[in-house]
């Protein structure tokens, strides 16, 4: 049974552009959020996708936006990067029922960094 | 709003300390409680959780009761491995909501 998993890894860009990082729900949870992780800090929640559709959101800026394909599978973009947006970004995934709806299962982030 | 603060670290243990990581929030209602565990350069780990108050959740030899009168999720472990090394994260959902709010974390060290 696969686990959350991000793509790609790591990143590196550039101020000004703009970044695509991709998700994949575990088997069986039809519910994405994504969180920013600054260094030495703890993961600040961004926003949430439910049924393609963004349910929650998070203390983020229109430069932060997503989407939740049919498959689950979601993307987060970020335009016109900063060099504070550099941070690991965390994508975690739930369910409906039970326990699946109460625990939040984290993928291993993707590290990007903006010069 | 809802927070989380946790103790500063780092903690710095010898092998087979006791080991507590203090928590408390700040949240309306009555919030699930969770510890998270994050080793170096990986994604984050459920580690154990508590759903009401004076439940205990437990995994791997750690512990955390949900105290509601004092508002707090401490974590203990009898006995600490040098493995256990790692930053712990505590963190709170209200039931209104899915989103989860975390603590600043709390680095762990352990020395042989």
């Known amino acids: 049974d696969a686990g959350v998993t991000q793509s790609p890894t790591h990143l590196i860009k550039t101020r000004g552009q703009q970044v695509t990082l991709r998700c994949s729900p575990k088997?069986?949870?039809?519910?994405v959020s994504w969180y920013q992780q600054a260094l030495g800090q703890g993961p600040q929640f961004i926003f949430q996708?439910?049924?393609?559709?963004?349910?929650q959101r998070g203390n983020f800026p229109d430069r932060f936006s997503g989407h939740q394909f049919p498959n689950y599978s979601s993307e987060l973009n970020v335009n016109a990067l900063l060099l504070g947006d550099s941070a690991l970004y965390l994508c975690?995934?739930?369910?409906?029922?039970?326990?699946?709806?109460?625990?939040?299962?984290f993928g291993p982030g993707t590290r990007l960094l903006v010069l | 709003g809802d927070s989380v603060t946790q103790m500063e670290g780092p903690v710095t243990l010898s092998e087979e300390a006791f080991l507590t990581i203090n928590c408390t929030y700040t949240?309306?209602?009555?919030?699930?409680l969770f510890w998270y565990v994050q080793y170096p350069g990986e994604g984050l780990q459920l580690l154990l959780k508590?759903?009401?108050?004076?439940d205990k959740g437990s995994n791997k030899g750690f512990e955390a009761t949900y105290r509601k009168e004092t508002t707090s999720f401490h974590l203990e472990k009898g006995s600490v491995q040098v493995s256990d090394s790692a930053v712990y994260f505590c963190?709170?959902?209200?039931?209104?909501?899915?989103?989860?709010?975390f603590g600043g974390g709390t680095r762990l060290m352990v020395k042989p």
């Open positions: 975690a995934s739930s369910g409906l029922a039970g326990d699946n709806q109460e625990t939040q299962y």
């Open positions: 088997s069986g949870h039809d519910t």
């Open positions: 996708y439910y049924e393609e559709e963004e349910r």
């Open positions: 949240a309306t209602g009555y919030p699930s």
């Open positions: 508590a759903t009401k108050a004076d």
């Open positions: 963190a709170l959902r209200r039931n209104a909501g899915n989103m989860l709010t």
